[in-house]
């Protein structure tokens, strides 16, 4: 348990070191409840991020998930346009920049890994596709641990 634990930390500090991400969580799918849940964030500001759920469909994380592709805001969003996407955790942490990164296992979208910056510098193409790179990683600790 405390190597699964450790992998997956290791694997969101990697993330967000190497993209200059000043935040970065994972998502899981509860296909139960129809909600994503968050766990394991590096650089919250807030204490509530991790009770934070949403609809699978809603946000940045939603069009991750729904097209298994990378989603991102490209340039820097207002406090209007960050309610209007209908992310709560770029409100929560206060993102500026954001992307989504889907985790996929067998085929099928299991969560994503969310990552931003408090600032406005957007994400370069290189740290896009190192993130996508880490969350195949991600994906493979999950399937090999189960977890998802």
Known sequence: METREANIAACIERLKRDTGSDFVVLGSLDAGKRKLRWS???????????????????GLSGTAIRSA????TGTALSDAERFKLGEPILLA?????????????QRDVCGV???????????LSVELEEAGRIAKEMAAILLQERII
């Open 93 to 105: 942490e206060q993102l500026r920049i954001a992307a989504s990164i889907p985790i996929v296992k």
């Open 69 to 72: 592709r990378l989603a991102s």
């Open 113 to 123: 890994l969310l990552m931003g910056r408090r600032s406005e510098e957007a994400y």
């Open 40 to 58: 394991n964030a590096s650089g919250s500001m807030s204490k509530r991020t991790l009770l934070v759920e949403q609809k699978p469909t809603a």
